[in-house]
């Protein structure tokens, strides 16, 4: 099989893996007890029927389900995805504005993560059981045994509350210009790097390992070639086969898994905005913002798959 119908028939699964994601959303939906009327109306919703049937005919809440999934399904085929229920805002640009936030937050933090994960993995692999391995072993656990909201609310003391060198929130303010997000952003990429650690290290360290036993890691060792080189050019490229994959999911992971450090640090990341439309039983939003999360997913994972075959032109697609 070529790349290109590789590709192809990848992207086609994408669209049935969309396509089942928004209809399983709307249909779990379905089985949660009120909707965006009630949200809306709140305390009114009981006391005058109605007034809510009113707000739901509104919202076309009183249409049945699937008439209501179609019609969501023909407009997000168009790139519309409606209008939210709570905040009566196109769906479309609100998404844009917190993917992008997001990826601020997300990008930086998987770049860090991925370089110091590297460098403690080969450095764990290559010292197997003596004291750095254990010492690297003993942190990287550490760090991801401690829940999210911990480790944040730690940094926040630290260096918002003692140090004073950091803003304690990540609130979007008055400002612009990298060092304005430098600031805004070092407390939650600082969070989610440590989060990440411990996953890609390990793998890292597990696939070096293996990869240093093989013979022609040590014909080159025998050839007298340098041992940066053998490392980086034999053993590095094989043993990053697994890392990837791990790597593919903490992208993801990143971009739409990290409701806690986006509350801990007050962050308009996508993953409050699923959150909230959640809370208020906003399901156009949650359908779109669902979609645009596992599109990253599926994106990173064909990323990673056509990875693997640069890294060993042996895999086949």
Same mark, same amino acid.
């Given at each position: ?18 396509? /089942? ?15 965006? /009327? ?37 407009? /997000? ?14 769906? *479309? ?29 080969? *450095? ?45 929130? %990540?609130?979007?303010?008055?400002? %612009?210009? #990298? ?6 952003? *070092? ?27 093989? #013979? ?102």
């Amino acid at each position: 099989m070529t790349l290109g119908a590789y590709i192809l028939r990848r992207l086609g699964l994408l669209v049935l893996t969309l396509l /089942a994601i928004s209809l399983l959303v709307s249909g779990i939906f379905q089985l949660l007890p009120g909707d965006a /009327a009630e949200q809306i109306l709140g305390a009114w919703a009981e006391r005058s029927g109605a007034t809510l049937a009113a707000m739901r005919a509104r919202l076309g809440l009183d249409r049945p389900w699937h008439e209501q999934y179609l019609g969501w399904l023909a407009g /997000a085929v168009r790139g519309d995805f409606g209008k939210s229920l709570a905040m009566d805002v196109p769906i *479309a640009p609100l998404l844009a504005e917190r993917l992008g936030y997001s990826l601020r937050l997300a990008i930086p933090a998987l770049v860090l993560g991925v370089t110091i994960s590297l460098v403690l993995g080969v *450095a764990a692999a290559t010292r197997r059981n003596g004291i750095i391995d254990h010492l690297i072993t003993v942190v990287t656990l550490t760090g991801v045994s401690v829940p999210a909201f911990v480790l944040g609310s730690v940094l926040i003391l630290v260096f918002a509350g003692w140090l004073r060198w950091l803003p304690s929130s %990540s609130s979007l303010a008055e400002g %612009s210009g #990298p060092g304005y997000w430098v600031r805004i952003l *070092a407390l939650p990429v600082a969070t989610l790097t440590v989060e990440s650690l411990a996953y890609i290290t390990r793998t890292t360290r597990s696939s070096m390992i293996e990869v240093l036993k093989t #013979p022609y890691v040590r014909t080159a060792t025998l050839k007298g070639l340098p041992r940066r080189l053998v490392l980086v050019k034999h053993a590095l490229r094989n043993g990053l086969l697994p890392t990837v994959t791990v790597i593919a999911f903490n992208f993801g992971w990143m971009l739409g898994g990290v409701v806690v450090v986006e509350q801990v640090f007050n962050y308009p990341g996508i993953g409050s905005l699923v959150l909230f439309a959640i809370e208020q039983r906003d399901l156009p939003l949650l359908q779109a913002s669902m979609c645009v999360v596992a599109f990253a997913y599926c994106v990173a994972n064909l990323a990673a798959d056509i990875l693997y075959a640069l890294l060993n032109p042996r895999i086949r697609y």
